[in-house]
C-alpha cells in the first residue's frame, strides 16, 4: 500500500478560537435521502477528521455530527453508556482491543501517527532558554506551570506520564518522573490534551504535554524530546513497554462520572491514530464508505496535511 509523503502545516495561535467551536459538536445538513454521519473522535484528531469530512461528506451527500473527547471516554460512551456512534476514531489504537473487544467490524484505518513533545508559547516562562538539552530543569522549576491530560480519559495523559518514566530511564536520574509529575500538578490537568491549548496561549499555562501534529497545526512551539522518550518512534517499540500507567479510575469530577473500572493498565508503545465502525453503527455503510475514504491517497493525504505523520499501512485488522 502506497505510504504518505510527510508535510508540514502551522497556523497562527488565534485558532484557539476555531478549536474551541469544534471541540464542541459539529452539524451539517444531510440531503433528505442520506442521514447524518455520526463520528466520536479523540480531542487531538478534531481538526484532521474535520478536514477529511469536509471533503468527503458534502460530495456524498451526508450530514456530520462530531463529538470530541478523550479516547478513553470516547470509547467508554460505548462500553458503559450503549452509545453508537457511525465511526470511532482515538488516538491509541490499542484501546480497541482493551476496551470494545470484537465490536468493530472491517478494517481499522490507521489514520497517522505523532510523537509527545512540551508545547509552549512566546510567553511561557523561560521560552528564551528552554531546549532540547535542559527542558527537565526549567519545567520543574518553582513557578513554572505545566499541563497535560487526564490519563484515565486520554491518551497524551498517560503518555505523558510514560514519557516522564521513560525520561528518567534515559537521563539516569533517580526520581527524575516523580518531579515531572510533580510539576504538572493536578490542579493543571484537564479531560483531554486539546483543552491545554487555550491556557498556553493565554498563559495560564507555560508548558503542556501535547502532540506534536497539534502543536504544529496550531502554531505552537515546542521541545523536541529525545527519540527514546516521546513514543514517536516505531523502532523503539521495546523500549517505550518497559513504561505503563493504570488508567483504572476515572478522577473525580471527569465528565465520565466517578465509576471505578478492573484494573487497566496501559504499556508504552509508538503512538499511532485509527478509526473504526462499530458492528451496530446506525449507518454502517456510510461509516465504511468514510473509512475507504480515510485509506485512499486523497483521505491519507488531507491527514498528512492536518499534521499527521504516514504509518507504515493504511489499514490493521486489530478489532
Request: net charge positive.
Amino acid at each position: 500500500m502506497n505510504r504518505l509523503l510527510s508535510a508540514r502545516s502551522t497556523a497562527s495561535p488565534v485558532l484557539s478560537a476555531a478549536v474551541a467551536a469544534l471541540i464542541v459538536a459539529c452539524s451539517a445538513s444531510p440531503r433528505p435521502d442520506h442521514p447524518p454521519l455520526v463520528v466520536f473522535n479523540a480531542g487531538a484528531l478534531a481538526l484532521p477528521l474535520r478536514a477529511a469530512l469536509d471533503s468527503f461528506a458534502p460530495s456524498h451527500g451526508y450530514g456530520v455530527s462530531q463529538e470530541h473527547a478523550g479516547s478513553v471516554e470516547t470509547i467508554r460512551k460505548i462500553s458503559d453508556l450503549g452509545r453508537v456512534p457511525d465511526v470511532v476514531a482515538v488516538a491509541d489504537t490499542a484501546l480497541f482491543a482493551r476496551l470494545i473487544p470484537g465490536r468493530l467490524t472491517g478494517p481499522i484505518a490507521l489514520l497517522g501517527s505523532s510523537r509527545l513533545v512540551l508545547a509552549y508559547t512566546d510567553r511561557s516562562r523561560f521560552a528564551d532558554e528552554v531546549t532540547a538539552r535542559n527542558w527537565a530543569d526549567v519545567t520543574t522549576r518553582q513557578g513554572v506551570q505545566v499541563g497535560r491530560s487526564d490519563p484515565t480519559l486520554d491518551p497524551a495523559g498517560y503518555r505523558a506520564l510514560m514519557a516522564m518514566q521513560l525520561a528518567e530511564r534515559y537521563y539516569k536520574r533517580p526520581g527524575l518522573a516523580a518531579r515531572l509529575r510533580a510539576a504538572a500538578s493536578t490542579s493543571n490537568v484537564r479531560p483531554k490534551s486539546a483543552d491545554l491549548v487555550a491556557l498556553l496561549q493565554t498563559g495560564n499555562l507555560d508548558y503542556a504535554w501535547e502532540y506534536e501534529s497539534v502543536a504544529r497545526k496550531l502554531g505552537l512551539r515546542f521541545v523536541n524530546l529525545p527519540r527514546e522518550v516521546d513514543l514517536g518512534d516505531p523502532t523503539l517499540a521495546t523500549t517505550y513497554y518497559v513504561a505503563s500507567v493504570d488508567i483504572s479510575s476515572p478522577s473525580s469530577g471527569s465528565r465520565s462520572g466517578g465509576t471505578s473500572h478492573a484494573p487497566l493498565v496501559m504499556h508504552g508503545a509508538p503512538i499511532v491514530f485509527g478509526a473504526g465502525v462499530p458492528k451496530d453503527a446506525p449507518h454502517a455503510e456510510a461509516a465504511h464508505r468514510f473509512i475507504t475514504f480515510l485509506m485512499s491517497p486523497e483521505g491519507r493525504s488531507i491527514l498528512v496535511a492536518s499534521g499527521l505523520q504516514p504509518v507504515g499501512a493504511a489499514a490493521a485488522d486489530t478489532r
